[in-house]
Structures are given as structure tokens and as C-alpha cells.
């Protein structure tokens, strides 16, 4: 039998009340439920970060939590990034280095840098490589990703 349970939650600013089957995951709920579909599902078992959002402010793999875990929580996905300055800057250098092709990463990438820049980190190449190591991308080889989010950091530096 397929159980469900009432959760209540916000998304992107907005309040929701909702009756998902308990084996829901947050992605598909994101998705199928919410019609937010900038959320991407790759490998559904945590390991590319296509998924990735912020639930109470840290990164998590949506293919991972259950959308009932998600009860009482707050999340940002990227249809939600409009108003968050980091984001706008981000997006904006991700176009100017071209750090973007199929697109399929980028909400998950921009999550994993948006995290990087708001922990205060500097733009050091080392240490964002390591920090977007769980998010692959097959198709811009890493390095202009890199660079937008290190040209990101030392604007908002010189600033
Ligand atoms: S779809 Fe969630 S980590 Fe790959
Ligand atoms: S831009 Fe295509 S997977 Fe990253």
C-alpha cells in the first residue's frame, strides 16, 4: 500500500502544504509536485550533484532526502536564486567565462558555489576544486567554472 503523509514546508520563499507518498524523494517532489523542475536528477543515488539544493541553508542531495524529511524545513532551490546576490553575481559569470553548456550541472554547481562564497572562502583554485568535487560536469572540463567563481569572490572583494 502506498502510505503518504502531510507535510508543510517553504520553498523559495513560499509556504506549502502537501500530501506526498512517504517513499517520495525531495527531488521528485521538487519536480513532480512543485513543477519546479530546474532541480536535475542524474544518478539518483548522491553521487553527481545534479540534485543539489539548499534545505536550513546547507547544500543537500535531493535524490537522497525523503520529501517527508523535508517537513518543517525551508528550501532554495534555483528557481529561487533571483533574489540572492551571490547567485545573480554567479549566474552572471558563469555566462561571461562560459562556465555553462548543456546546463544539466549548473543548478547543483551553483548551489556548491554559492555555499563556497557565502562560508566566506577565498578565491583560491585549490580549495574551490575541492569544494565542487561532488558535482560533475561532463561537458566544460572544470576550469571556467572555476574561474567564475573565483572572479566572483574578487569583485565582491575590490568592492
Ligand atoms: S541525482 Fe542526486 S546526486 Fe546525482
Ligand atoms: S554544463 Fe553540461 S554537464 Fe555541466
Redesign the pocket.
Known amino acids: 500500500m502506498n502510505k503518504t503523509a502531510q507535510i508543510e514546508l517553504i520553498v523559495n520563499g513560499e509556504k506549502y502544504f502537501e500530501n506526498v507518498p512517504v517513499r517520495m524523494n525531495l ?1 521528485d517532489f521538487l519536480r513532480n509536485k512543485l513543477g519546479l523542475t530546474g532541480t ?13 539544493i539548499f534545505l536550513d541553508g546547507v547544500t543537500a ?4 532526502t525523503l520529501a517527508v524529511q523535508a517537513d518543517e524545513t525551508e528550501i532554495t532551490t534555483i528557481e529561487g536564486y533571483e533574489t540572492d546576490k551571490n547567485a545573480s553575481d554567479l549566474i552572471k559569470n558563469f555566462h561571461k567565462r562560459n562556465a555553462l553548456q548543456c546546463g544539466y550541472c549548473t543548478p ?1 554547481m551553483l548551489a556548491s558555489s554559492i555555499e563556497y562564497i557565502e562560508q566566506g572562502n577565498p578565491p583560491d583554485r585549490k580549495k574551490v576544486k575541492e569544494h565542487i568535487s ?1 558535482n ?1 560536469c561532463r561537458c566544460t572540463g572544470y576550469q571556467a567554472i572555476v574561474d567564475a567563481i573565483c572572479t566572483t569572490i574578487q569583485e565582491r572583494q575590490s568592492r
Open positions: 527531488a536535475h536528477v542524474g544518478c539518483e543515488h548522491g553521487v553527481c550533484g545534479a540534485c543539489t542531495r535531493s535524490c537522497l547543483g561532488g560533475y
